[in-house]
């Protein structure tokens, strides 16, 4: 089983940084950082995980219709599904980051732990603390 790094960024930890670093400057073939196409995971671990309502902390979802939601996870998880299959024929190590993790639920990050799971890869968590 492959591997993927969960950073879980806690606020002013640098993580900001580290998400910058790894999507601009990653050159490792041995790794892949996963974005929905920002410099954070942010957004992409937000639908993934997230439940069938609407979490506090998924910015720009407030007064979203939830069907439209349920598609756009939907859509999220395919695409990302789409993109582990490669990654893990390779031998790639997976790197996500997302501010979001560290306030998910149980079930939110079981979720995601699962979908990961399913898709080949064992996860190891990584969070800086800020004394």
Same mark, same amino acid.
């Given at each position: 089983?492959?591997?993927?790094?969960?950073?879980?960024?806690?606020?002013?930890?640098?993580?900001?940084?580290?998400?910058?670093?790894?999507?601009?400057?990653?050159?490792?073939?041995?790794?892949?950082?996963?974005?929905?196409?920002?410099?954070?995971?942010?957004?992409?671990?937000?639908?993934?995980?997230?439940?069938?309502? !609407?979490?506090?902390?998924?910015?720009?979802?407030?007064?979203?219709?939830?069907?439209?939601?349920?598609?756009?996870?939907?859509?999220?998880?395919?695409?990302?599904?789409?993109?582990?299959?490669?990654?893990?024929?390779?031998?790639?190590q997976l !790197?996500?980051?997302?501010?979001?993790?560290?306030?998910?639920?149980?079930?939110?990050?079981s979720r995601?732990?699962?979908?990961?799971?399913?898709?080949?890869?064992?996860?190891?968590?990584?969070?800086?603390?800020?004394?």
């Amino acid at each position: 089983m492959n591997r993927c790094i969960l950073h879980v960024g806690m606020p002013k930890t640098g993580t900001s940084s580290i998400q910058e670093s790894l999507f601009f400057g990653l050159d490792d073939p041995r790794f892949e950082y996963v974005t929905a196409g920002q410099y954070s995971s942010l957004r992409l671990l937000q639908l993934l995980g997230s439940e069938e309502g !609407i979490p506090d902390y998924l910015e720009g979802a407030q007064g979203r219709d939830p069907a439209y939601l349920a598609k756009h996870r939907q859509l999220t998880r395919r695409q990302f599904e789409h993109r582990l299959a490669p990654a893990r024929r390779s031998g790639r190590q997976l !790197i996500l980051s997302g501010e979001c993790c560290w306030r998910m639920s149980r079930s939110e990050l079981s979720r995601l732990k699962t979908i990961l799971e399913q898709g080949g890869y064992s996860v190891q968590v990584m969070a800086y603390l800020r004394p």
